[in-house]
């Protein structure tokens, strides 16, 4: 296996903190998708997100898909903040791909954003708080 197929959903999609890191392996963006509706997602000290898959109460998670050389996985798992790791991820359209995911106890005690749908529509909304623009 030369390359696998890796789901993203915060600060390794294009545009943002940690993109870098999938830019300096080669790793080639293939899509926006969305997760099927089995995860929660959390802000983790307002830095990173952290997305678990649930039994109940889940949603759509909106993500980014890239193609990864699987020589170059390991250095962009080692980069990623403590707590994040590798596991398999539903998305919407059925297909199981490998994606980051956070461990239960990264995620306890910190605010949850499910109803965000998304890293960048949180990071969007905490924007235009922060500004007082309100829509």
Same mark, same amino acid.
């Given at each position: 296996?030369?390359?696998?197929?890796?789901?993203?959903?915060?600060?390794?999609?294009?545009?943002?903190?940690?993109?870098?890191?999938?830019?300096?392996?080669?790793?080639?963006?293939?899509?926006?998708?969305?997760?099927?509706?089995?995860?929660?997602?959390?802000?983790?000290?307002?830095?990173?997100?952290?997305?678990?898959?649930?039994?109940?109460?889940?949603?759509?998670?909106?993500?980014?898909?890239?193609?990864?050389?699987?020589?170059?996985?390991?250095?962009?798992?080692?980069?990623?903040?403590?707590?994040?790791?590798?596991?398999?991820? %539903?998305?919407?359209?059925? %297909?199981?791909?490998?994606?980051?995911?956070?461990? +239960?106890?990264?995620?306890?005690?910190?605010?949850?954003?499910?109803?965000?749908?998304?890293?960048? +529509?949180?990071?969007?909304?905490?924007?235009?708080?922060?500004?007082?623009?309100?829509?």
């Amino acid at each position: 296996m030369s390359s696998l197929l890796l789901a993203v959903n915060g600060t390794l999609m294009r545009g943002l903190e940690l993109n870098g890191n999938l830019l300096a392996i080669n790793a080639k963006f293939i899509k926006e998708a969305k997760t099927a509706p089995h995860y929660r997602l959390w802000s983790i000290e307002d830095r990173h997100p952290a997305m678990q898959r649930v039994e109940q109460g889940g949603v759509s998670v909106e993500l980014e898909v890239w193609e990864v050389p699987a020589g170059g996985l390991a250095s962009v798992l080692m980069e990623e903040p403590a707590g994040l790791c590798i596991g398999k991820i %539903e998305l919407s359209d059925g %297909e199981t791909v490998l994606g980051v995911i956070g461990e +239960a106890a990264l995620c306890e005690g910190q605010r949850e954003i499910t109803e965000y749908g998304g890293w960048r +529509a949180y990071c969007a909304d905490r924007e235009t708080t922060m500004s007082g623009t309100t829509t």
